[in-house]
Structure formats: structure tokens, C-alpha cells
């Protein structure tokens, strides 16, 4: 039969469709730390789940920045439910008040949980798109009926009752260039620059060591990878920022509700103060190009005025944003500015918030018009560098709980978190006189931590660890 706008579509119910979504799993995207406190929440419940993860190991993305040493101690970063699930099977929790780095993260706790999963969990399975069965983003009539649709990258395809789509921003690194754009040449300019956090004093020593690079960015990443570089012997330093200074991107120092996190910003200013590292302020990345000496970067600022500088190499930690292409058929409200939900924004919206003052959130405050669909982790948080462990265990719990039908647990979101944030006051400096590293410079610098970051989900970027 036709009608106006082409053939009309006839539904009919059939006793051979697909398994009721309510028999379905619940399909968990990501298996960092907070797809598998999700994991572990649905376990706890009994619920039916299904845990795919793109990389090959638990915790693919937390392994890139194995390296580093995060912000908080272990206290803030286990799931209640991990915990509990762990600890039948004879598991001991590290020392809590230790900063653990991405490895120690991995073997000590993530590791050790995805293996509680077994099949559970899948590795090498690469989402790249959801819907609904039957349904693109127009069609409505039965719409919450229909199981959702999971496409991975083999070719393969799933179907689910709901979906947790903890995937992370890891991937997804903002741009080299100012405005959100592209800089003219970037991407022939690839092989010359590297993201956030490389293991410069480890496997890829050679590609910095001896060499002139740039780190462009103003966040802890950034901070990270200059204090590792300032170890390398010959190596000239050249930090670009968009700012007219660097107080932002030094912290509050001693008075940091993060002790790592501000003797990350003092060492940093001090260096700087040295003329170890050669700030460059004012630069709006616009053009990168290939020269015989090295690789030219030119900045344009607004008012068209531009600068210049060559070195041998780039490191560009600018951040990072989330992918919702994988559900640009579901039916997403993401805030405009952010990205993230439209009602969670203003609870984490950075130009007034840190990680440490962000409220507890759940499920009504991560839920979507499309049912059954929700994002957490720094993927919840879009381009808002203020998220925390801490905050993605606690939507786990919340959204699993609303899954489950337990709207009183749900919406019962509290977060446990000291006033002065998830550290206590003497806590790097204890940790430092266990792991420092010599570095040779003076202005109280003679004893640096192992390069301090954050903590994502399975992605990095984020404000605290």
C-alpha cells in the first residue's frame, strides 16, 4: 500500500520476534573503572549484563597512562560493590591512603575484577552504534518496547534491555587548535605530535630526550608531562597556553584541596620561574608545519597577531570530549555548552564548580528522553574537566538501582568526600619521601613524585582523580 510520503509500513505483531527485552542483558560499554563498578552494582542485583570493552585488557585506556600517579588515595577509588564482590573471593584492598598509578590501578583492582566476570566481560569489541530495533530517532509508536540494537565493529550484532554506556572520552582528544578547530596542518603534522601523559621518562624516552618539545595546554595533563620532561637531560622546554598567565594552571599551590594536585602547580612554577621551561602565553594554535629544522607551530591570536616557535616535537594536551556518535540514533538532550546532560550542566559546570564541590548525582539527573540509556563516567560530564572516581561510583550505583526498579535507592545519592576533597593534608608528602625521584634542580625541587594525574573512566581527562 502507498500513501503520500512513499509505501505505507504495516506492523504486525509476530510469535517469532526476538527475545522480550526484559529477558535481555544489560549491556555496560567500557570496562575502566566505572563499567565495572556498574558491573558490579548489576551483579550485586542480580541483573543480567553484558560488560564490552574495544580494548584487549580491563582497563585498555587507564593502561595508556600506566605511569602516572593519580590524585586521590585508594579509599576513593573502589566501588563499594567491587569491594564487596572482591573481597568473597579473598581479595585485599591495597593501602588506602596510597596514590596508586594507572598500573597499580590495573593489576590491584581492575584486573582482578573483570576476571570475577568471566565471559561477562568481552574484550576487542568495539561499539559503533546504537538504536532501537525496528526504530531510527523519528519513530515513536512503541518505541520503549523495542530492545536496543548494539552494532560492533566486527560486524557483529547484540541486542540489550538497557545500556550503560560507560565508554570514556580517552579516545576522543580535543584538537591541537585553538577555537575547537583543527590547526591548518595538523593532521599532516601527525607523526610529530603525541596526546596527553606519554611516558616520557619510560618507552618513549627517545622520542623527547635531547629533543626541543611543546606542550600546549593548560591542565594537569599538561602539567604532568612538563615536570616529567624538566628530568630529561638537554631537552628544551617550551610551554604554550592560550591564557595571559599560568595562575590557573598553577592552582592553589599549598592550599590545594588536593595536596598532589598542588604540588604539581608549585613545582610547575617554579620551573618556569627558572627559565627551565619557557612559557609562551597568549598562543592560539593556527597553523603547524614540517621545516628542515623541525616542526614550525603559529600562533594567531584574535586580534590576528602571531607568534612563532619551531621544535622537534609536540605534545598537546588539550583535553578531551565525548563521542555520541556511536547513539546519533537515540534520542540524546545534552546540554548545549557542555555535552553533557541537560540537567546535570549546571551542577558541574566547571566555570563554577571543581571536582571537589560537585553534588551527588543519579540516574534522574543522567536519564535522557530515550529510556533505558544512560551515560556516566567522564563521558556523563562532556567537556567539564570536574569529574572524580568517587562521583562515577556513585552513578553506577544510581542507575543500576533505577534499572532495577529500586527508585528509592536511586534517588538516594550522597557522596562521601572530606570538605577539603579526597586527600588528606600531609598525604603527597608522605608519598613523595616513598617515591620521589631526584631531579636534579634546586628551588625545592630536589625531590619530585612520580608524575601526578587524573583519573578517568576508561578514558582519561578529568579534574581530580
Known amino acids: ?182 590547526a591548518h596542518g595538523e593532521q599532516a603534522a601527525a607523526d610529530l605530535i603525541d596526546h596527553a601523559l606519554p611516558d616520557v621518562l619510560g618507552v618513549d624516552r627517545e622520542h623527547y630526550e635531547g629533543k626541543h618539545v611543546m606542550v600546549v595546554g593548560a591542565g594537569h595533563s599538561a602539567a604532568t608531562t612538563l615536570l616529567a620532561l624538566a628530568q630529561l637531560d638537554n631537552t628544551p622546554i617550551t610551554w604554550a597556553i592560550r591564557a595571559s598567565n599560568a595562575g590557573r594552571a598553577y592552582g592553589g599551590g599549598e592550599a590545594d584541596a588536593l595536596p598532589a594536585r598542588g604540588a604539581l602547580g608549585t613545582r610547575l612554577h617554579a620551573l618556569v620561574t627558572s627559565g627551565r621551561i619557557q612559557l609562551l602565553t597568549g598562543f592560539f594554535t593556527h597553523r603547524v608545519h614540517a621545516t628542515g629544522n623541525g616542526i614550525e607551530v603559529i600562533s594567531r591570536d584574535p586580534s590576528g597577531t602571531e607568534q612563532s616557535v619551531t621544535v622537534d616535537r609536540i605534545v598537546s594536551a588539550t583535553g578531551y570530549r565525548p563521542d555520541q556518535s556511536i547513539a546519533a540514533e537515540l534520542r540524546l538532550d545534552l546540554d548545549p555548552i557542555l555535552g553533557s546532560t541537560r540537567q546535570l550542566a549546571p551542577l558541574i559546570d566547571p566555570n563554577q564548580h571543581s571536582c571537589g564541590t ?53 534517588r538516594d545519592v550522597q557522596l562521601d568526600l572530606p570538605e577539603t576533597g579526597v586527600c588528606s593534608s600531609s598525604l603527597a608528602e608522605a608519598q613523595e619521601q616513598r617515591v620521589g625521584l631526584a631531579t636534579g634542580l634546586s628551588g625545592g625541587l630536589l625531590a619530585t613524585p612520580l608524575p601526578l594525574a587524573t583519573v578517568s573512566a576508561t578514558s582519561g581527562g578529568s579534574c581530580c582523580g
Open 1 to 182: 500500500m502507498s500513501g503520500c510520503c512513499g509505501p505505507t509500513v504495516v506492523e504486525l505483531e509476530s510469535s517469532t520476534q526476538a527475545t522480550r527485552p526484559s529477558e535481555l542483558p544489560v549491556v555496560v560499554i567500557g570496562a575502566g573503572p566505572i563499567g565495572l563498578a556498574a558491573a558490579a552494582q548489576l551483579a550485586e542485583r542480580n541483573l543480567d549484563f553484558l560488560v564490552l570493552e574495544a580494548g584487549e585488557q580491563a582497563g585498555a585506556s587507564v593502561a595508556k597512562w600506566g605511569h602516572v600517579r593519580v590524585f586521590s588515595p585508594w579509599r576513593y577509588n573502589i566501588d563499594a560493590a567491587a569491594r564487596r564482590l572482591l573481597e568473597t573471593e579473598g581479595w585485599s584492598a591495597p593501602d588506602l591512603e596510597w596514590l596508586p598509578t594507572g598500573a597499580e590501578l590495573i593489576d590491584d583492582y581492575l584486573a582482578p575484577l573483570a576476571k570475577q566476570f568471566g565471559d561477562k566481560v568481552r574484550l576487542g569489541a568495539k561499539v559503533t552504534a546504537i538504536s532501537r530495533l525496528g526504530y531510527d530517532r523519528v519513530r515513536t509508536n512503541g518505541r520503549e518496547q523495542a530492545p536496543f540494537l548494539i552494532h560492533l565493529a566486527d560486524g557483529q550484532e547484540l541486542q540489550a534491555r538497557a545500556i550503560i554506556d560507560a565508554s570514556g572520552t580517552y579516545e576522543t582528544p580535543n584538537v591541537l587548535g585553538a577555537s575547537g578547530l583543527p
Open 358 to 410: 560537585v553534588p551527588a548525582h543519579g540516574a534522574d539527573e543522567l536519564a535522557h528522553p530515550e529510556p533505558g540509556y544512560y551515560a556516566i563516567g567522564v563521558k556523563s560530564y562532556g567537556r567539564a574537566p570536574t569529574f572524580l572516581l568517587a562521583t562515577g561510583y556513585e552513578q553506577a550505583r544510581s542507575v543500576v538501582a533505577a534499572l532495577a526498579g529500586d527508585w528509592e535507592a536511586a
